[in-house]
């Protein structure tokens, strides 16, 4: 169980992997993500909290440390309305849940929360939000943590 973060439409990877920390490697982008628009995240994200946003999360360069930041911070997910691409399968090969859905009306910023991604839904409270479905094919790279790892136990006849 976690607590959602709700942010808006148009978060860039700018804003979640500012470039001015670039250099501190994973540790210090990840003290600074989001600070631009939410000044309490880095500090106050725990381990199961879930972003929910609106359309184009993601949207911007193609840093993979946009999703790393959240990854490293411990997020179980991220549920928008839509993601740039690039940062879609940045997240996805980091190992980050990412799920979209078409309403995300009515869920509130704090509000308790699971992802549930196997069965693809949110569930806020006592309501349970549907989410669209991870493909197939993308689940068993979730699962093992990210493409890297998926691979690895691929090759050893694991997956």
Not at 68 to 74: I, K, Q, S, V
């Amino acid at each position: 169980m976690g607590r959602i973060w709700r942010l808006a439409d148009d978060i860039d990877t700018d804003q979640l992997a500012p470039g001015q920390y670039m250099r501190g490697g994973i540790e210090a982008i990840a003290a600074h993500c989001l600070e631009s628009v939410r000044p309490d995240f880095a500090a106050g994200v725990r381990r199961g909290d879930i972003i929910v946003a609106g359309r184009n999360f993601g949207m911007g360069s193609s840093r993979e440390q946009a999703a790393e930041a959240l990854r490293h911070l411990g997020l179980a997910g991220v549920v928008a309305e839509s993601f740039a691409g690039i940062f879609y399968r940045n997240a996805i090969n980091l190992g980050l849940p990412v799920l979209t859905a078409p309403d995300l009306s009515g869920i509130e910023d704090g509000a308790e929360a699971a992802l549930d991604i196997a069965a693809g839904r949110l569930l806020v409270g006592g309501r349970a939000v549907p989410l669209d479905p991870l493909p197939e094919n993308l689940r068993p790279i979730i699962a093992a943590g990210g493409l890297v790892p998926w691979l690895k136990a691929r090759l050893k006849g694991q997956a």
